[in-house]
């Protein structure tokens, strides 16, 4: 009894004990589920997290920058192009580990970088920060002395990052056209932006271990992942003709003393390209936070001076900065003024209103229907009686007014639609406005609101519109019909050859007929032969175009009045026979003190005429001829009678220096090849100069009085622009600079000019 009571007691104890382990062993089980959670996160759940964590505690990681892609002309001459440079970087915590003689190293650095030793010191001893630059895009030589010295003096703590600075070449050529990058090497403005995608490529990574002092481990891990090269853009513009473009577009800046820039544009109008695109004044895009106008700068300087506080200063800089870098060609807005005679007088030609007998009659001055103020024509003297032909090259308000009536407000904004003026144009360039033209109604409702939008638009007065909706609608008037999307890349390849994009000619829709094109060409070439154009026409090439002066509706003195400023224009097209290159050339507020009359006839179509003299036998456009070239004959020991019967089926014109009749002399050399309408020089009793000689100031000069002065001198004149021998016409340009020094035989090209021409 006892026995069974005392194992009974212990079959109790004992499973009591069992329970009270299985108690326990729950509570610890329970006590460590948070640890056995965590042990889970840390190693199954979020292992990758941690994995890499701990790997960039252990490593450094060190971008490289993509090698941006390279921009070129349509020859493949370099526009922007990117160079190779390194960063210089101090970490104070491996160069205290190292035991460096830091105002040594800081001597050093300073003398290759060109920067104060004691400021590299300085940033050298300061633990708070892991990476201090101290230098920037240096060259690859200067890298090199660098490396020298850590490997010479067993340095750590000085690191070189490999990045590329954007380079413009060409300084200012088609600043506004390139754009430029930033600071991140990210394209801004221009083509940089436009193609920063394509340009850019993607960045690299250069991966070292580091130990716990933050120092690289010397021959440890190292991943390398290659930066990806970004694309080449090659464009459709021309550097010979943008140079060409810019190069006149300043000379009548100076010229005029024009107040607030000039811009151009050169476009191919059969098929869009653009040849060359300028806006004056421009910047350097190497150095694009600069301010390159002077008078500009001048005035920010005057604000610093007076004590302008920070925030205005501020504004005006940016302000100054964002101007310069516009392109005022796709981007803002002007009066066409008269050039816009061209689309109205097609558009009337097209829908049958008008025709080429259609008469007009011009007093100077009309009270118009329609219209409560008298419309006054240029001339205050009036045209008199004239067809449609003597109303475009006389540019006569009264009779473009009469044309809009006939018209019709409906047909003139269909029209108007149809040539592109109230769209886009669809370049390939960010930044693009559509300008402002009228509401449909104040076109089409005369009866509401009368015909003054309708004829004062007929004339291309009172609305806006970019230069670049103006060049694509004339083109499409010349070239058959077809209005051409305008573009400027035209082809995209990366680092392998490969054709990202490659962009053709786009046809957007039809204006006109083939045949109303093909009248508009003979009324244009019209302009130019008889018009008020004729300071445009280049001897050997047809030539048409359309003048334009047009008062700024915009611009207010101090006190709110208008200010009677004005922007003077020209669109110049050749060949006329089969139209191929359109120009425009635009000049903003000539100045009224330099005594020149202010008008596109005698300010841009001479300036247009100049660029199409350079730019068409560049472009390989051939020269109207008549006849085969000829070896020209001995003409020395003949009488001026025998000289010229010789010359009498030459079609040349011979001009004779000196008082003997016997030709002592002649320029150009016998045996040299000339054309029909080439020039000979006879020189009588006096030997042919042999020397070099200086060119003189042609300017101010009449036909005989230049050809005169060149012929004593042994030189050639190679006259442009109005070819009318009248006193008033005189030479307003020449191509070389007066005391250039050139060869006797030497041909000149000299600018003439009608002063008297208008609009």
């Known amino acids: 009894m006892g026995k069974e009571a005392k194992f009974g007691r212990l079959r109790m104890d004992s499973g009591q004990h069992r329970r009270v382990m299985l108690a326990a062993a729950f509570l610890g089980v329970a006590a460590f589920l948070p640890v056995f959670g965590r042990l889970y996160t840390l190693m199954v759940r979020d292992y990758g997290m941690y994995s890499d964590l701990a790997l960039r505690n252990q490593t450094r990681s060190t971008a490289v920058t993509a090698g941006r892609g390279t921009i070129y002309d349509c020859n493949l001459n370099v526009l922007a192009v990117s160079e190779n440079r390194e960063n210089v970087y101090l970490n104070p915590h491996e160069l205290k580990q190292s035991r460096a003689e830091i105002p040594a190293v800081a001597e050093f650095l300073a003398q290759v970088l060109d920067k104060d030793a004691p400021w590299i010191e300085a940033q050298a001893q300061d633990l708070k920060k892991r990476y201090k630059q101290v230098g920037s895009n240096i060259s690859e030589e200067k890298a090199a002395q660098i490396r020298t010295y850590i490997r010479e003096h067993r340095l750590s703590g000085i690191h070189l990052e490999p990045t590329s600075v954007r380079v413009y070449p060409n300084g200012t050529l088609a600043a506004q056209v390139l754009g430029f990058t930033n600071a991140s090497n990210d394209g801004t403005e221009g083509v940089e932006a436009a193609y920063n995608r394509y340009l850019s490529g993607s960045a690299g990574r250069v991966i070292t271990t580091k130990g716990n002092n933050e120092m690289d481990i010397p021959f440890s891990y190292e991943g390398f992942q290659a930066a990806k090269q970004g694309a080449d853009v090659i464009l459709t513009l021309d550097s010979t003709v943008q140079e060409i473009l810019e190069k006149q577009l300043a000379a009548a800046v100076a010229r005029y003393d024009v107040q607030n820039g000039a811009f151009g544009l050169v476009m191919n109008c059969k098929t869009g390209e653009i040849l060359a695109m300028a806006t004056l004044g421009s910047y350097d895009p190497n150095h694009y936070l600069e301010i390159a106008d002077d008078r500009t700068l001048a005035g920010l300087q005057q604000m610093l001076a007076q004590g302008t506080d920070a925030a205005t200063y501020s504004k005006a800089l940016a302000d100054a900065r ?110 693009e406005s559509k300008g402002v033209f009228f509401d449909k109604k104040l076109i089409t409702d005369t009866d509401k609101w009368g015909t003054a939008s309708l ?179 001995d003409l020395t020991g003949k009488t001026v009678k025998e000289a010229k019967a010789a010359l009498k089926d030459c079609h040349v014109t011979i001009t004779t220096l000196g008082q003997e009749d016997t030709v002592t002399g002649q320029l150009p050399a016998a045996g040299q090849m000339l054309l029909p309408g080439s020039e000979v020089l006879l020189y009588l009793g006096q030997p042919t100069p042999r020397q070099r000689v200086q060119v003189p100031d042609f300017r101010g000069m009449n036909r005989q009085q230049a050809n005169d002065t060149a012929g004593r001198l042994g030189l050639f004149i190679r006259p442009i622009g109005c070819l009318d021998i009248v006193p008033r016409v005189t030479a307003c340009s020449q191509g070389e600079a007066p005391g250039t020094e050139l060869a006797v035989g030497s041909t000149v090209t000299v600018q003439f000019a009608d002063g008297a021409l208008r609009d």
């Open 322 to 431: 964002w101007k310069q870098w516009r392109n005022r060609v796709l981007s803002d807005g002007y009066e066409p003024g008269s050039t816009f005679k061209v689309l109205t007088m097609a558009a009337a030609l097209d829908c049958g209103a008008i025709t080429l007998e259609t008469p007009f009659y011009c007093r100077g001055a009309e009270q118009i229907p329609g219209r409560s103020q008298l419309l006054h024509c240029w001339r205050s003297a009036g045209h008199g009686a004239e067809k449609t032909p003597q109303a475009l090259q006389n540019s006569c308000n009264i009779a473009f007014a009469h044309i809009a009536l006939k018209l019709g407000g409906e047909r003139f904004y269909d029209y108007i639609t149809r040539f592109g003026i109230l769209e886009k144009t669809g370049i390939d360039l960010s930044g």
């Open 455 to 633: 004829t004062s638009g007929s004339f291309g007065q009172t609305f806006k519109i970019t230069p670049l909706q103006l060049v694509r609608a004339i083109s499409s008037v010349v070239n058959g019909g077809n209005l051409m999307e305008p573009y400027l890349v035209s082809q995209v390849v990366d680092a392998n050859g490969v054709t990202l994009l490659r962009q053709e000619p786009t046809v957007v829709r039809s204006t006109i007929s083939p045949e109303t094109s093909a009248t508009m060409r003979e009324l244009i070439r019209s302009v130019v032969t008889e018009g008020t154009a004729k300071n445009a026409a280049v001897a050997g090439f047809s030539v048409g175009g359309k003048t334009g002066t047009s008062e700024k509706i915009d611009v207010f003195d101090e006190n709110g009045q208008r200010v009677q400023d004005k922007i003077v224009s020209f669109v110049g097209i050749a060949p006329m026979e089969d139209p191929e290159y359109i120009v425009l050339a635009a000049l903003d507020t000539p100045s009224r003190s330099t005594g020149i009359y202010i008008s596109g006839g005698v300010m841009a179509a001479p300036t247009v005429g100049a660029i199409l003299a350079d730019i068409l036998p560049y472009l390989g456009v051939p020269r109207q001829q008549e006849g085969e070239p000829f070896p020209l004959v």
